[in-house]
Each structure stands twice: as structure tokens, then as C-alpha cells.
């Protein structure tokens, strides 16, 4: 049995799930809905204050598919109960970010500034911080995939380099440095 998938996913208050023609589950809450598409071979049932997913066999295709759309509505119950947030820090001089609703204007040290129009799924802010503080960015949505790949696509613009760490990372992410060059001794 799959751990991942034997395990149920329990509904909190407010949270209500129904499962659709086609094997469709749509998970309603109090921050919006969801739906996704679940393979017609597993089957999906809300019993009390659960879901639970059975598989008709331990074929692979069965195993990996199990263990897979458990998780993908569990991260629907939760976006709809709580929401997703990823925070990015902005690591270097002159290194900005500014939003305006859905627009975000980043200063990266590139001779132009990028803009970018998030999905409107997705809200960012920009909190204020201290003098001295890296700059930072919260994505928020109740869509952990989409918001996951705004932020994946934001950090592309400036990876973090190895040296002095500059660049745009994530809010506790520990980043592995290198040593720079060394004088050869004589």
C-alpha cells in the first residue's frame, strides 16, 4: 500500500468536497474552490469528515497514481482552508521589487527593469522593511502549484550565486557557498 495514499485527508470546518461526473473533485472553502480531475481507476470517497482513495491492484501504474492525486487534494483542502505563501528575498545592491496589484516591477541590475503580470489567482506584497534589510516579495494563493511556478519564474530572473550569495532566494533557504580564489603560495 501506498503511505501516502492510504493515508485520509481530513476536511476542516468550512470545507466541503464533492466528487463530480468523470471523477472530478471539487473542494469548496471559505478562501474560494478548486477542482481537479482524478484518473477514472481510482476511486475517491467522502465519508464523515474524510476523503479516502482506494486503487483496483499494486500495478505500478496504480501505485504511482495513488499516492499522487491524495496529495494533490489534500494541497486543495488546505489552499482552500488556508492559503499558500512563499516569501523571496531580494540579496544584493540596488537589488528591488515593487507591486502594484497584479504588475510587479523588478530592478535586478539588468539595464532595464522586468515587469511581470501575475495570474489573478495569485496576490504579492511588498512589506516594508528596515534600513539594511534585503527587500522581500510574499506570493500568496490558494493554489500551491501556480503559486510555486510564479515564484520558480521570479527566481529565474537572478539565481543565487555560489560566491557572495547574491541574487533572489527563498526565506530560510540555506544556500551552499564556495570559497573564492586564493593566493598561490610562493
Known amino acids: 500500500m501506498s503511505r501516502i495514499g492510504k493515508l ?66 489534500h494541497n486543495m483542502v488546505v489552499g482552500v482552508s488556508e492559503g499558500f505563501t512563499i516569501k523571496q528575498e531580494f ?18 541590475g539588468y539595464s532595464h527593469d522586468i515587469q511581470i503580470l501575475l495570474p489573478k489567482e495569485v496576490t504579492a506584497e511588498t512589506p516594508q522593511v528596515r534600513k539594511g534589510e534585503n527587500p522581500l516579495l510574499v506570493l500568496k494563493s490558494i493554489d500551491k502549484q501556480l503559486v510555486g511556478q510564479v515564484a520558480a519564474k521570479i527566481r529565474s530572473f537572478r539565481r543565487p550565486e555560489p560566491y557572495k550569495g547574491k ?4 526565506v530560510g533557504e540555506t544556500l551552499r557557498r564556495k570559497a573564492g580564489k586564493t593566493a598561490a603560495a610562493k
Open 8 to 73: 485520509p485527508v481530513n476536511l476542516p470546518a468550512g470545507v466541503t468536497v464533492q466528487v463530480l461526473d468523470g471523477n472530478v473533485v471539487k473542494v469548496k472553502g471559505p478562501l474560494g474552490e478548486l477542482s481537479q480531475k482524478v484518473d477514472p481507476d481510482i476511486t475517491v470517497t467522502v465519508e464523515g469528515g474524510e476523503i479516502k482513495f482506494t486503487r483496483p491492484s499494486d500495478l505500478p501504474r496504480f501505485r504511482s497514481m495513488h499516492g499522487l492525486y491524495r496529495a494533490l487534494v
Open 91 to 108: 540579496v544584493g545592491v540596488g537589488y528591488r521589487v515593487a507591486a502594484q496589484g497584479q504588475m510587479i516591477t523588478l530592478s535586478l
Open 167 to 170: 541574487g533572489i532566494k527563498f
